[in-house]
């Protein structure tokens, strides 16, 4: 069977290139005779692909010499009670922007070890924009963020500034999607399996101030001291996944590095957007200035309708196109390893399928 176009949120697809090179290297890893599955995280093998993975994030992301790059296990989920038990500072507060269905778990996760104040929320259209922030209070220990919310669709195009306040952001679904710069966050973290890699891996990217200080109950394991000390090999770690994230970021820089990639998503998402503005049948859900370049939800006239649709882009190679529970309709996400070839697949299936249904 061929490969079909997968608009899944996450687990999602990764570039053809790399699955290639993986395969390619799957029995016998540079001539080790092992795959990279079968070897010792302590060997000089796997010690050479987690240094060169975190020196091409270094590279690709232009990340600041203090900085550390982790790869933890737990996914971003453990990064929700992470961050608290390791940036809570003698105030216990931190502010969270309430974009979503994951600021919501993130903030759950913080209140159980201090104060949590929602700064801002778009909970009141179902989170179909990013809300305006206000004046930051001084007394807080972090301000966290969901940079690109996988659910609704929306992403932040400028980013908050909190001055000495230490910004933390959930980017699981948008990093390597668009230029970052690094040093405007005091902490970076995200899910790899949205634009990454293969699940099993967060990268937390965290300058080395916010290291040290976690509060005295902080599990030895939850203790980002404890992975920075290591170099994230504490214990062992997702020695595959980690591999194959260096195989993306490899990519990535053939690609061009993030600006490249960056115009492409540009490319593929206006291609969709466009489509959508310009059509009397589907609708996009998410207000323009606040739209994503990686998760695009959208609407036909009916629920039957979203469902036939859904139907019908499936049996024709477009898979995982059904939206969230929560927004319902469609929600095509086109992350970096999405080729154009996908988006303009889906566009043209759209035109059809409004023709017909109209
Ligand atoms: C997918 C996702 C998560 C959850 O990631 P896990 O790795 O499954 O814990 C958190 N935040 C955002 C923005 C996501 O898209």
Known sequence: MDRVFNFSAGPSCLPERVLQKASEQMLNYKGSGMSVMEMSHRSKWFDDIIKETEQLYRDNMNIPDNYKVLFLQGGASLQFTMIPQNLFGKNKKA???NTGAWSK???KEAKIFGEVIELASSEDKVYN?????PAIPSDLDYVHITYNNTIYGTVYKNIPQTKDIPLVADTSSGILSAPLDVSQFGLIYAGAQKNLGPAGVAVVIIREDLIGNALDKTPTFLNYKTHSDAGSLFNTPPCYSIYVLGLVQKWIKEEGGP???YKANEEKASLLYNYLDNSDFFKGTVVKKDRSLMNVPFLSPSDELNAKFVKE?????MENLKGHRTVGGMRASIYNAMPLKGVTTLIDFMKKF???NK
Do not use: D, N, S
């Not at 882009?313 to 190679?317: D, E, F, I, P």
């Open 95 to 97: 502010g969270y922007i």
């Open 105 to 107: 778990k993130a903030m």
């Open 129 to 133: 924009y990013i809300p305006e922030i």
């Open 259 to 261: 600006e490249a990639i």
């Open 313 to 317: 882009a499936t049996a024709l190679g």
């Open 354 to 356: 409004e023709q017909e």
